[in-house]
């Protein structure tokens, strides 16, 4: 009889210690997760519109290599056959060359891939914009029944069933395959993914030489006639939203998607689209939300028209194209 | 059960406030945010000699925060409503302000019928912008629409478009963007979200009083089971102290009773022996 008295007794004085213990274990845990060092970009600014990516990057290198894994690895997409990779080549642009994008089971995309190089000085993701970070990215794809179809239970699974993997991840954290380890990874990767030292940034950080004559003309009208209102900043684009056919009428092959307004449905939003960037943009071809455009020259000579009621003479596109040239360069290597 | 329910209340409350203080940590972030962000968004020049890099990342912090923030459904429609008003801003003013500095860039024409068309333009467009008003307004539409940019063989008809068309632009769009600006000001975002931290903030301070009452509740019915366990044992060993009283009485009493008895062995057998 005293013996079930004292028994009770210990294990309510046991279930009381717990409880903070339990509790400051939850937090370690959390803690743990947030220790990662945060990324920070080391910002150089120069005067007048388009800024030069910065050339000096603090980055979490061990998170990137667990991204890298995963941005590679077709594990993500339901029957293993797709990857992010399948879609973002990192060393052709970052985007698959392709007019639409194909998901498992040869299924077709309804828009262009946009490069994901530099894609973390995007205000948001998406050609729509409907995800406003990178980590709210990624779920669009790994979900899309028409991309990689899949769940995060059934990533989780197949991770933690891969021995590397999940040796990976319970090395850079204890609660080892999670959701949010995986976002985390990707989302740190994405953005180690950037490219300086294209000749436009050599040249507005003072190396007169790294645009020709062309090339410098070409960014003389590119300011002048008013591509700046929206191709501006760190990305020369991806900051804002803009309507397609802002000042002017779009061509036939750029109707049909009417852009934010699939989301919205508000009127004003019609054929709004976020300004996509243009960094590398040379390497990113076909051109436009569904890759109607393959050619430079005629992108620009569209964008010239719709967005700012421009008719160019055939020689001041010549010089913008061979500017677009020069927002191209590799992506930095990070230590 | 007293222990057991405080305790429950205790570590209910210890979630409610975990829970609450997530929630409150946005709200802070956003009632710092969203005066900078109106600030700054209201005063950009947004001219396209400019970038707008910073404004676009306070927009994007500002968005980020107003998913994860738990307000109701009013709150969360107000501030979403911020949010599309200043996107929709954003893109007509940058507009504007380039059509603006298109209209004005003198451009020499060897037509001086024509030059003199775009400079009558340029003069009621500028006078539209300083006072904008209805008359203005329609006047300067018969007039752009009376100008014809179709015509191929038209001498500087590049010209005569660009301004025609960023005219057009600036008098369908002049009134929407004062009027998206407008709203912009005055939206009470801010109040909004001061009156959900204050909501918020009452919230944590009854979670903390259940947590508190849970914690006196669990140290009571400790305090109690130790009395309960304690007089339980004062209980038993009184009981059992009588018991053993009552065995002793009983055991005086059987022995009283059998005292005779006990004298009998002392005496004599029938045969005259005496025990041993």
């Known amino acids: ?335 | 059960m007293l222990f057991t329910l405080s305790s429950s209340l205790w570590v209910i409350s210890l979630k409610e406030n975990i829970s609450t203080d997530t929630q409150l940590n946005p709200l802070s972030a956003l009632e710092q945010l969203i005066p900078q962000h109106k600030v700054e968004l209201l005063n950009a020049n947004f001219s396209d000699q400019q970038h707008y890099d910073q404004l676009a990342q306070l927009q994007s912090e500002v968005e980020a925060l107003i998913f994860r923030v738990d307000v109701s459904d009013t709150s969360e429609q107000l501030l979403k409503d911020y949010i599309e008003s200043s996107l929709s801003y954003i893109q007509l003013t940058s507009m504007l302000k380039t059509s603006q500095r298109l209209i004005s860039e003198n451009t020499q024409l060897e037509n001086t019928q024509l030059t003199e068309v775009i400079d009558d333009i340029r003069l009621k467009m500028f006078s539209f912008i300083s006072t904008s008003n209805r008359t203005e307004h329609a006047a300067l539409m018969t007039m752009l629409n009376g100008v014809d940019i179709n015509n191929e063989l038209q001498p500087n008809r590049r010209d005569l478009q660009l301004v025609k068309l960023h005219s057009l632009f600036v008098l369908e769009n002049y009134e929407l963007t004062a009027t998206y600006r407008q709203k912009l000001i005055g939206l009470p975002v801010v109040e909004i979200i001061i009156l959900e931290r204050s909501l918020l903030q009452r919230q944590i301070r009854k979670t903390n009083i259940k947590k508190f009452a849970g914690i006196f509740g669990t140290i009571l019915g400790l305090v109690l089971l130790f009395i309960v366990v304690i007089k339980r044992h004062e209980y038993a060993l009184i009981n059992t102290a009588e018991r053993h009283k009552e065995f002793a009485t009983n055991l005086m009493d059987m022995l009283g009773n059998h005292g005779g008895a006990v004298q009998t062995a002392l005496t004599p057998d029938d045969d005259g022996n005496r025990p041993s």
């Open chain 1, 1 to 335: 009889m005293h013996t079930r008295y004292y028994l009770t007794l210990v294990l309510c004085l046991f279930a009381c210690a717990t409880v903070p213990f339990f509790l400051f274990h939850l937090n370690s845990e959390k803690n743990a997760i947030e220790a990662t060092q945060k990324t920070v970009y080391h910002f150089e600014k120069v005067a007048g519109p388009i800024q030069p990516i910065p050339r000096k990057i603090e980055i979490d290198t061990r998170w990137v290599s667990l991204g890298k894994a995963l941005f590679i690895t077709p594990l993500l997409s339901k029957n293993n056959t797709i990857s992010c990779s399948s879609c973002h080549l990192i060393d052709f642009g970052g985007d698959d060359g392709f007019p639409v994008s194909t998901g498992i089971n040869n299924a077709e995309g309804t828009r262009n891939s946009p490069t994901v190089l530099n894609s973390s000085f995007n205000f948001r993701q998406f050609w729509d914009g409907r995800a406003s970070s990178l980590s709210d990215q990624i779920s669009g794809p790994v979900h899309n029944p028409i991309e990689m179809g899949s769940s995060w239970a059934e990533i989780i699974e197949k991770l933690k069933k891969d021995s590397y993997f999940n040796k990976l991840f319970h090395a850079l954290d204890p609660q080892g395959v999670t959701r949010e380890n995986i976002v985390k990874a990707i989302t740190v990767f994405e953005e180690s993914l950037i490219t300086p030292n294209a000749p436009i940034d050599r040249y507005l950080l003072g190396d007169n030489n790294a645009l020709t004559e062309q090339q410098q003309r070409g960014l003389e009208h590119f300011i002048n006639h008013g591509c700046t209102s929206c191709h501006q900043g760190i990305n020369i684009g991806g900051n804002m939203y803009q309507k397609l056919g802002r000042v002017n009428t779009i061509p036939e092959i750029l109707i049909e998607d009417l852009g934010k307004y699939e989301l919205t449905k508000q009127e004003q939003d019609r054929n709004v689209f976020k300004v996509p960037s243009l960094r590398n943009v040379a390497d990113t071809s076909p051109y436009f939300h569904n890759g109607a455009v393959d050619d430079l020259t005629q992108a620009v000579t569209i964008m010239a028209s719709s967005q700012l009621g421009r008719e160019l003479p055939e020689d001041e596109i010549e010089d913008i194209v061979a500017l677009l040239h020069a927002f191209s360069s590799k992506v930095i290597e990070v230590q």
